[in-house]
């Protein structure tokens, strides 16, 4: 199984107006296959302070549990520095982590809603990048190596051309 990238967005609606658009834009991104939703927990909180929350995931059973593997391993080879125990052992609590289909647990939409107010929503998402799977393996086979990334926003550059400005 090849993993692409992982994106955890985490959205804030002060104000919800749910029109569908987000939901019909995510299902276009994962018609085309360039998104896959690994993750995403949605919790809203009304005016009387009642929680709704909603839990989502493109992955079946075995795919959350292989990918739970694989991330389990790679957390085990980080602090194990290549020992096949840490690995093995990794892999084992990232497969258990991801038994019930979810990375993100359940009882956080109760951490979530005591972080938002009343008449607000708020979201994680975690968005595994399918697209970029080929990019990367063409990058590999030249012998390249991400130096570094970074995402950059429309705000990231109002703020340089401010400086620019102010320069």
């Known amino acids: 199984m090849a993993i692409g990238p992982v994106q955890m967005l985490v959205l804030g609606f ?3 107006n749910f029109t569908g658009k987000i939901a019909a834009e995510l299902d276009r991104l994962r018609e085309h296959e360039f998104v896959k939703i690994v993750d995403a927990l949605v919790v809203q909180k009304d005016a009387e302070g009642n929680i709704t929350a909603l839990q989502v995931s493109d992955l079946s059973q075995d795919e959350a549990t292989e990918m739970g593997a694989i991330a389990g391993a790679l957390v085990g080879f980080g602090v194990g520095e290549g020992d096949e125990d840490a690995i093995e052992a990794g892999a ?3 497969s258990e982590a991801m038994a019930d289909g979810h990375l993100i647990p359940e009882e956080d939409a109760l951490y979530i809603a005591d972080a938002i107010p009343n008449d607000s929503t708020a979201a994680i998402i975690l968005l595994e990048h399918l697209w970029a799977i080929p990019l990367r393996n063409a990058i590999v086979e030249a012998g390249g190596t991400a130096l570094a990334d970074e995402w950059i926003h429309a705000s990231d550059l109002i703020a ?8």
């Open 92 to 94: 084992e609590l990232g």
């Open 160 to 167: 340089i051309g401010v400086e620019a400005a102010a320069g």
């Open 14 to 16: 002060a104000e919800p």
